[in-house]
C-alpha cells in the first residue's frame, strides 16, 4: 500500500511537471487570455487514466494552481482564479472515471474538456463580460471567445492520445 501511495504521489508529479512544461509551448495566445498549447492535457489524462477520477481531480487542482503562479494571468480576480484555473483543470481528471478503452479515452477527454470549457465560459460572463462587444450577450461572447481556443486545443491533445493510446494500453496499467 504505502509503495502505491509513493508511486501515485510521484507519477502525479511528473505528469503536472510534464504538463507544465508542455503549457509553455503555445501555438497561439488569444487577445484575452486562453491558448492553443502543446498537448499539455495529455499528462493530467494520462494519470487520471491510470489513477482514476479522484485521484486525477487532485493532480488537475494541484496543476491549475501552479499553473495559475507560473503562467500567463488575464486576470486575478478571484472567480477568475477559481473558474479558470483551479476548476476549470481540476475538471480534466473526470475522463478518469471512463473506463479503460479507445473509445472510453475519447470519451471521457471529450467529457473533461467541455467541462473545463464551462467552467471559463462562466468566468467570461461573469468576470470578463466588459469584453463583450457592445449589445452582445456576455454569455455568447465568452462561448465563441472560449471554444475558439478550446476546440483546437482540445483536437490536439486527443489526437496526441489517441496516437500513442496503444503505448498506454501495454504501459499504463489502472490500479498499479
Not at 38 to 53: K, Q
Not at 109 to 118: D, H, M, Q, T
Not at 147 to 173: C, E, F, H, T
Amino acid at each position: 500500500m504505502g509503495q502505491s501511495k509513493t508511486r501515485m504521489l510521484a507519477e502525479a508529479g511528473v505528469a503536472i511537471a510534464i504538463a507544465q512544461v508542455l503549457s509553455f509551448i503555445t501555438i497561439f495566445h488569444m487577445p484575452q487570455g486562453g491558448s492553443i498549447k502543446a498537448a499539455s492535457l495529455v499528462p493530467l489524462m494520462l494519470f487520471a487514466y491510470r489513477w482514476g477520477g479522484t485521484r486525477g481531480i487532485l493532480a488537475g487542482v494541484v496543476y491549475g494552481i501552479l499553473h495559475f503562479l507560473l503562467g500567463f494571468k488575464s486576470s486575478i480576480h478571484y472567480l477568475s482564479i477559481i473558474l479558470d484555473y483551479i476548476l476549470a483543470y481540476g475538471v480534466i481528471g473526470i475522463c478518469g472515471y471512463f473506463k479503460d478503452s479507445l473509445s472510453g479515452l475519447i470519451g471521457g477527454s471529450i467529457v473533461a474538456i467541455g467541462l473545463r470549457w464551462c467552467a471559463s465560459v462562466t468566468s467570461g460572463a461573469l468576470v470578463f463580460a466588459s469584453y463583450a462587444p457592445q449589445g452582445q450577450n456576455p454569455w455568447i461572447y465568452s462561448m465563441i471567445y472560449n471554444a475558439s481556443y478550446m476546440i483546437p486545443d482540445g483536437i490536439i491533445n486527443i489526437v496526441v492520445l489517441v496516437l500513442i493510446y496503444q503505448a498506454v494500453k501495454r504501459g499504463l496499467k489502472r490500479g498499479v
